[in-house]
């Protein structure tokens, strides 16, 4: 009998808009997603919300993952959802980190953010979570 095709591995964009220049716990999710058997791609520091989502379209992602440790989540954070909508890319759910009061988290997940991560969540809650949101569940 054949075998099942295996399902391609889920694509996530990991990147830092704004100024912020600390990138450790960015560069820990990326690990522990790529080690739960994503493929990741990492922007880097310093991105701007339409460089984002410029790499998001080009590298075909099935989830995009913003940190930021500057307090800029208010500003940057919804750009990158307007930028996703305005190029009618709808299907790409996003995920956030850092420094972000609950009030903020609560605001940003009503405005499309499908989970905000904080100070001391776990790594397998953060993968957990990628595989349910993604838009081809693992």
């Known amino acids: ?13 990991i990147a830092k808009p704004g100024l912020d220049g600390h990138d450790r716990g960015a560069k820990v999710v990326a690990r522990a997603l790529r080690d739960a058997g994503m493929e990741v791609i990492y922007a880097g520091l ?24 500057s307090g800029a989540h208010m500003a940057l954070f919804p750009r990158v959802l307007k930028l996703l909508q305005a190029r009618k890319v709808r299907d ?38 990628a595989r349910g949101i993604a838009r081809r569940p693992a």
């Open 1 to 13: 009998m054949p075998k099942a095709a295996t399902p391609p591995p889920i694509r996530v964009l």
């Open 46 to 69: 310093r991105q701007t919300p339409e460089e984002i989502v410029e790499s998001a379209i080009e590298e075909d992602v099935d989830l995009i993952g913003l940190s930021c440790l």
């Open 92 to 129: 790409v759910p996003v995920f956030a980190g850092g420094i972000i009061p609950d009030d903020d988290a609560k605001k940003l997940r009503r405005i499309g953010i499908k989970a905000v991560f904080g100070p001391g969540t776990t790594l397998e809650e953060i993968v957990r979570t």
